[in-house]
């Protein structure tokens, strides 16, 4: 089984270097009406459905280091008035993600797209420091057995997701929660009780749906 904390030290002595961070692609995309994406190498889970798995969880194979720096010209030279980090898991790497972060200017929103699971409150209250960012947290499941069976971690730590979710309120930090509707009928997700979640929605490349029958996953709709 996964321990997303123990696999987040392996994963950080492959994508860390001081400060800089492993990526694999810089790129213009259209989700959020239009934002500059960096897609990062390196995750602490292993989802059953993820589609970028090939390069996110062998990071050593792909990609370069680039500085907070390097990366903050990339992303502001495609001149959108929105940023984003995606890919891997972007909070692993923590020097690199906070200096980053500070490099935008205020008429430029962050986009941090996380699993949550890394984030406690010492690591949410420094987010809060900066004023113009957006959290978007990726709910792995529904309760402990489903979050288990999607990321192969041990299910107790789904309440970090529910955790983050509580801090970034406390916080004031703007933020939402998403969840892949595909997987959960819409019973489960009401049951959650959590306001305005964004729904996502499966990419059903075919070793991804191979990946969720070898997994026993079935999906909740067609
Ligand atoms: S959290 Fe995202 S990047 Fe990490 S394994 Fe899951 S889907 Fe892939």
Redesign the pocket.
Known sequence: MVDPVELTKIVETKVCRTSSRKYYRFRKTSFYGGCATADCLG?????A?????KK??TPEKFGKFYTPREVSEKLIKMNYSLVRVS???PIICKKHLLELISLFPENKLFILET?GILLNEDYIEELSNFKNIYVRV?L?GVDEKTFEQI?GADGKFFKNQLNALELLKKYGIKYKAAILVDLFTENQITNLGIPNLEYETLIKYPFVMKRLRKKGINLARE
């Open positions: 995750c602490n889970l292993r989802c459905y993820c589609w970028a798995q996110v969880w890919g891997g898991e699993n990726s792995k990321t």
